[in-house]
């Protein structure tokens, strides 16, 4: 029977309590154990696909078509276990459930109440899916205090009772913040969230403290003393030099040992953390460095592209060299007064992103154009790749009205809206004018590649498999004219009818992608695309 480690964060948001489960995860993987990672969020969407990117930052894509919390892809990227739609609930999810149930009459003659029938939805969801597994982390997303998290709260309370001893532990995340003008490191913040924890019901087993100075052993003690932990099951948490240091950092201060005793399990031996070691050494010690520029639309909050972020660097994990990233907002390069040239002629790659809308399309273009004819290193992913075919179309098929009709009406839709695709569950059929929540292309579809391509030799195989998530489509009634402006179809979907892959043959590197494979990029396991874009990079850096 699996064991649960729930774990919930007090104080302030932001505290790393993902970053803190990933570790966890990765760390309990590295002693043999099989772990599955789950996400509660108490928000009322039913999942973040229709949020804003600055309010909520980037939307995870499982492999099954699930649009998740961010911290799904900390998961993934640590212990390499693919996240399913069963591993992230959102109250909106869980109340779309139980009202579903009621109107149909499966509760017909009580009461809905958010005990026991919220609370038991909850459980339920905590439960799946748990059969051959070790340890089961539940991580339970805001803060201790918030009104929006008491039911799952009071889920995890009664589950704690109903797992039964030995089965389940409880991990908090707390601040102890450090008060410059003091000169002292204060533990009552702590305190006080642990208390609040502890008046509804569930008491802590392990803390872990984040703070920006050393813990000394006394601030331990004292913590330990007020908050009913033993002293060593207080762990301090330091900001890292790199989120992929986080697991070997959390080891040394004990983390992996006291959870494990907290189940009543002796350690034994040491975890096996060469993986990390591997990958912190290339991080530290690169062989060269290159500058890619990111032109995109929410460069504003670096959130927004994180699995973007992780996979350059993983590209740069798998060459040795530093990666910096320069995130350009697209719509500078919409103004008259702009120099494109001057901004992008220092880079060593270009790569755009994807997004929805118009903003910023134009400066996209742009930027493309300028990749395509400087011969810079070019990587354009989802919108990246539509627009990629829109710059073709118009500056060198002729085709001088080319749009997308994400834009509105256009007499040459280059980008069109995908109303049908086939799936593994058979033919999908979405209405222009229908719901926008779920109803993108979702998940992991297959592709095929020319066997004489780019890409097919970057991934070292001509079937492939990559997570989507997009609305509109190029339009394969036009491939007769970009081919022949030499922007070609390497990639398709088996049917042959939803292009997948673009390249230019007659160019450094130039690659465009309808999925996202920064969702499958690993810190161990470096996408093959980011790998190969990232050399190009190298390349070009050696020229300038």
Same mark, same amino acid.
């Given at each position: ?79 390499? %276990? ?53 340890? %089961? ?35 908090? %995340? ?84 006291? %959870? ?285």
């Amino acid at each position: 029977m699996a064991r649960f480690i729930f774990i919930t964060g007090g104080v302030v948001s932001s505290l790393g309590k993902g970053l803190m489960a990933a570790s966890l995860g990765a760390l309990l993987q590295a002693r043999g154990y099989r772990v599955r990672i789950r996400k509660f969020d108490p928000y009322l969407n039913v999942d973040p696909g229709t949020m804003s990117p600055y309010q909520h930052g980037e939307v995870y894509v499982t492999d099954d078509g699930a649009e998740t919390d961010l911290d799904l892809g900390h998961y993934e990227r640590f212990t390499g %276990v693919a996240s399913r739609q069963s591993d992230n609930v959102t109250s909106g999810r869980i109340y779309q459930t139980i009202i579903t149930r009621e109107r149909r009459g499966d509760y017909l003659g009580a009461t809905v109440q958010v005990i026991p029938h919220v609370t038991d939805a909850i459980k339920a969801f905590a439960l799946a899916e748990t059969q051959d597994l070790d340890f %089961v982390l539940c991580e339970i997303g805001g803060t201790v205090g918030d009104i929006e998290s008491l039911p799952f709260i009071e889920a995890i309370r009664q589950l704690r009772n109903d797992l039964g001893r030995g089965q389940s532990i409880s991990i908090h %995340v707390t601040l102890v913040p450090f008060i410059a003008a003091a000169g002292e490191l204060k533990t009552k913040p702590t305190q006080h969230s642990v208390r609040e924890l502890a008046s509804l019901g569930v008491q802590p087993d392990v803390l872990v403290c984040r703070c920006e100075q050393p813990l000394p052993a006394s601030e331990r003690a004292k913590i330990a003393l007020f908050c009913n932990v033993p002293k060593e099951a207080v762990i301090p948490a330091l900001d890292a030099r790199s989120i992929y240091d986080v697991p070997a950092q959390y080891h040394a201060e004990g983390l992996d040992d006291e %959870v494990l005793r907290a189940f009543g399990i002796a350690p034994s031996g040491q975890p096996d953390m060469q993986r990390w070691t591997d990958i912190m050494d290339r991080l530290a010690n690169p062989e060269g460095e290159v500058t890619v520029g990111v032109v995109g639309k929410y460069v504003g909050l670096p959130d927004a592209y994180k699995s973007l972020n992780e996979a350059l660097v993983h590209g740069g994990i798998a060459n040795r060299v530093k990666v910096n990233i320069q995130w350009i907002d697209a719509e500078l390069f919409e103004q008259p007064d702009s120099d494109i040239a001057a901004r992008l002629e220092p880079l060593h790659a270009i790569l755009v992103p994807g997004a929805f809308g118009e903003r910023g399309a134009q400066g996209k273009i742009a930027s493309i154009r300028f990749a395509r004819e400087r011969r810079v290193p070019y990587f354009g992913i989802c919108f990246g790749m539509q627009m990629a075919c829109v710059e073709a179309a118009r500056n060198l098929a002729g085709i001088a009205d080319a749009s997308s009709t994400e834009f509105g009406p256009t007499a040459e839709p280059i980008v069109g809206l995908i109303t049908e695709w086939m799936s593994a569950e058979g033919l999908q059929q979405r209405e222009a004018d229908g719901d926008l929540g779920g109803t993108m292309r979702l998940g992991a579809y297959p592709a095929t590649l020319a066997g004489n391509s780019h890409v097919a030799s970057i991934y070292g195989e001509t079937s492939i498999s990559e997570r989507h998530r997009h609305r509109y489509e190029v339009n394969i009634g036009y491939r007769d004219q970009l081919e022949a402006s030499g922007l070609v179809f390497t990639g398709l979907s088996p049917d042959g009818r939803l292009p997948e892959i673009v390249e230019r043959p007659d160019h450094p590197w130039f690659v465009g992608v309808q999925f996202h494979p920064e969702l499958k990029s690993k810190p161990f396991a470096p996408h093959p695309l980011f790998a190969s874009f990232i050399e190009a990079a190298l390349k070009q850096s050696r020229l300038v």
